[in-house]
């Protein structure tokens, strides 16, 4: 639950960051300011998001069958349509 209240000033720029990517990802300013304090101030003992994702690949067992076939893994990744590879 919200139940604090913060003013903060910035400047001219920086506003125009936010409010660009508010509009683009359709979340309030404030909802970007509280991601980034988020982001840069994680709760103690809790992982961020990233970090919690390189536990996992790191910690994954390997595949079936032995090492993979790099050369056709490169093949099928790059033969995949680019709608399967968000941010590509």
């Given amino acids: 639950m919200l139940n604090r209240r913060l003013q903060v000033l910035v400047d001219d720029e920086r506003y125009e ?3 660009r990517e508010s509009e683009r990802i359709g ?3 404030g909802e970007l300011v509280r991601r980034a304090i988020d982001h840069e ?11 919690q994702a390189g536990h996992e690949l790191l ?13 056709e893994q490169k093949r099928e ?6 709608h399967k590879w968000p941010g590509a």
Wanted: without cysteine.
């Fill in 59 to 71: 910690t994954m067992p390997p595949p079936p069958g032995g090492e993979p076939d790099w050369e």
């Fill in 41 to 51: 101030f994680p709760q103690a003992g809790r992982q961020t998001e990233r970090e």
């Fill in 17 to 19: 960051r936010l409010a």
């Fill in 27 to 29: 979340a309030p300013v």
């Fill in 77 to 82: 990744m790059l033969d995949a349509p680019m």
